[in-house]
């Protein structure tokens, strides 16, 4: 299945484009039907002929629900960037094409709604300026059509178009890491709590242990439905609904997730995040240090405060590094995109990816330990497995990047290449970069050599003194020291250390005293 999100101003005729194309009106709440708005996020489904799955989530164009369209838009294979003839290029054509922009989409088409109510001639010049405005973005050169959601005219090529789009868009992969970002929550009767969302990172079956975010509780699927259907598997992309048992209907709740990742403790524990971010030009002010803003992950909605370290704003235009400190923590993987937005006013700032996860602030002397961050903003595989190890020096092989929205499979193979290159090693079922641990080794020799030639009498250093010397994580100095001892390095002597061939010797007051 791809799934297809609508963008635009409001009233350009997102919601009678869609129900032109697939006869379902997504406009499904009451009051969006009174009003003529799309308040929350509407969902239809189109079948082409070779019998492919489209689904449409239509987005609120009103800034009010600028929120509900990042949602929607947080989980789309394609963008639909509406414009209406009448009106042209209006500010929320302007904040919808960002959003989509910040929120790594790569895939998209522009329609000019409403030809009917302009002359052929208006038409070219607003077409060019849209090319103006899109140029250098992932819709440059998009298929634009020109159509009437009134009168029905120009549908025939869109039609066409959406019939070959299975060919030219990728399938989202299965990579075992399943979420679903919930957007609706309901009742259904016979059922009870039922949940709605777009599938991703891997597939769900009927009777799949599951963990629900926030409420860090487990239950087990207890039917799947998709395009309305009962199914017993759901896909990446799919547009799902599920019902669970033993959950509680008042954990599941809209910003909430669905995994297959049974312990989510980690997010708990890991609260503050490391992200990239792209101050959008037209914000309208700078982000500064300890600011608090809203990020939007998925569906997933929290305020917090941002800081920033190295410097004191990042202007409008302009991009860096940030870390983040939520009110209640998030489940985010690395190189998840997002959205930042003032609490209020409700005004989009800009956006990025997710680079790590921390337990807290780090403090301004850590900066330097932290320019592995600036390697993963390349969303290169390598830049990513490098920059961990960078920052871990050993590694399990087995689990390596678990937190990040990669294939485990996709990270082995990058982990097997840098072996065979020479830039990684291996050691028991650890895995290292070699010049980090070169680095790592060297530095703990000369300090151990430094405390030891102080201290010519003692026969070496118990592990309580060499940790102080490493500065390193527990886990880490173990590994470093087995590798100090496997390589002859590092020889131990009942409950101390000492570097191979170094011998004890008296000297000073306590040769004296002998």
């Known amino acids: 299945m791809i799934v297809i999100g609508t963008a635009g101003h409001i009233d350009h005729g997102k919601s009678a484009i869609v129900k032109r194309l697939t006869g379902t009106d997504p406009d499904r709440l009451p009051e969006e039907k009174a009003r003529g708005m799309t308040i929350d996020l509407g969902f239809a489904f189109y079948r082409t002929p070779a019998g492919f799955d489209i689904a449409f989530v239509d987005v609120p164009g009103h800034e009010r629900f600028v929120k509900n369209m990042i949602a929607g838009a947080g989980a789309i294979d394609v963008v639909m960037l509406v414009v209406a003839a009448d009106d042209g290029w209006m500010p929320q054509s302007q904040e919808h094409f960002q959003i989509t922009r910040l929120l790594g989409v790569k895939n998209g088409m522009i329609v000019i709604n409403k030809t009917d109510l302009v002359e052929p001639d208006w038409l070219e010049l607003l077409e060019e300026e849209i090319r103006e405005k899109v140029a250098g973005s992932f819709l440059t050169g998009a298929s634009l059509f020109k159509v009437s959601a009134e009168t029905g005219e120009g549908f025939d090529s869109l039609v066409s178009y959406l019939d070959s789009l299975p060919g030219m868009v990728s399938m989202r992969r299965d990579y075992s890491k399943a979420r679903l970002f919930i957007d609706r929550s309901f009742i259904r009767p016979g059922i009870g709590g039922v949940v709605t969302g777009t599938l991703r990172g891997g597939s769900l079956s009927v009777g799949k242990m599951v963990s629900i975010w926030p409420a860090l509780v487990t239950g087990k699927v207890r039917t799947l439905q998709s395009h309305g259907e009962e199914v017993t598997k759901v896909t990446p992309g799919q547009r ?174 990058c982990v097997e290449r840098l072996t065979r290159e020479g830039t990684l090693g291996r050691f028991e079922e650890l895995v290292f970069h070699k010049q980090v641990l070169a680095d790592v080794v060297a530095r703990l020799k000369t300090n151990i050599a430094r405390e030891l030639d102080e201290k010519p009498h003692l026969k070496g250093l118990p592990l309580e003194r060499i940790a102080i010397l490493a500065s390193l994580s527990d886990e880490t100095l173990q590994a470093v020291m087995r590798y100090m001892m496997a390589d002859g390095t590092l020889v131990r002597v009942d409950d101390e250390y000492n570097l191979t061939g170094r011998t004890m010797s008296l000297k000073g007051v306590i040769k004296e005293a002998h």
């Open 240 to 413: 799902t609904a599920i019902s669970l048992t033993g959950v509680d209907r008042e954990l599941l709740v809209r910003g909430g997730v669905i995994s297959d990742r049974v312990d989510l403790t980690f997010f708990e524990q890991h609260p503050v995040l490391a992200l990239s971010v792209n101050i959008l030009p037209e914000s309208p002010v700078a982000l500064s240090d300890r600011r608090r803003t809203l990020i939007i992950v998925g569906t997933t909605e929290m305020e917090g405060e941002v800081r920033l370290f190295d410097r004191k704003e990042i202007a409008p235009g302009g991009e860096g590094i940030i870390f983040f400190k939520p009110d209640h923590p998030v489940y985010a993987l690395v190189w998840d995109h997002y959205i930042l937005r003032l609490p209020t006013p409700m005004v989009t700032l800009g956006g990025g990816m997710v680079l790590d996860h921390f337990q807290r602030f780090p403090r301004r002397r850590q900066l330097e330990a932290l320019a592995y961050l600036k390697k993963r903003v390349s969303q290169v595989v390598a830049d990513l497995v490098v920059s961990e190890l960078e920052k871990l020096c050993f590694a399990p092989a087995d689990c390596l990047l678990n937190e990040a929205d990669l294939p485990s499979g996709e990270i082995a193979d």
